[in-house]
């Protein structure tokens, strides 16, 4: 996922706000089951896995929006953070398929991530502005883009392993075939019911962001105004060419 920082828009930076988008559209869009790397007999490990990748392919497959509270920890590599202090924050999230999503950021300060699938925009009270980008090249590109659009396939995108599996819970970690602005994504699911209650992601500079969704509410029907942005009077708006 690309998108662009609010302090320098000519430099592309995967923000954690986008780090989070992009965890959640991954477990909402998945395309299909991550099937085992070999043919052969397959370990119980492996079938494991399998089984919970393909919990959490039936789960998403009749899923067409989310909405759910969120709470946010980032891991910062270069932002002055270390693992005894991270930086937390806390919203609500709705997301639907395809491309949409509205990331309401509550705590510590209010900011807001909003796209329709077309465009993006991303406000800052505090700085009085919000910067508008399409939702195309410019702000995603490889394997993330197919997600959000509602498309996409883990087996084909991604190799699939489990970093720890039992009947009650798993942590699969997801590596992008394909060169990416992540290095890696990992989905704490429940194998019973194929629900993803956590992500964690990590980007090529070594920042973690890891967001627990809390009170999960699946297929309600929001309606399109929830991915609507209104300009508020007074903000400046800074349009971002892809």
Known sequence: MRIFSARGPSQPAMTPRSRAALALA????????????????????DRCRDRAAGAVQSHYEGVRDVSAHFAQTTHGARLGTTPSAPATSSGRVSLAKPGKMRWTYEA????????????????????????????????????AAQFLLGAGDMRRDFKVAAISCSATAAELELTPRQPATYEKLVLSVDPSSGNVNKTR??????????????????????????????VPEGVKVIEIAP
């Open 26 to 45: 991954l477990a909402l869009a998945a395309g299909s089951p991550a099937a085992g790397e070999q043919r052969g007999a397959a370990s119980e490990a």
């Open 108 to 143: 510590p300060e209010p900011s807001l991530v909003v796209s329709d699938g077309k465009t993006v925009w991303i406000f800052d009270p505090a700085f009085g502005e919000v910067q508008k980008l399409p939702a195309s090249e410019g702000f995603l590109t490889g394997a």
């Open 201 to 230: 992601i990590v980007d090529l500079l070594g920042n973690v962001v890891e967001v627990e969704f809390k009170e999960q509410r699946f297929n309600l029907a929001p309606g399109d105004s929830e991915f609507q942005f209104q």
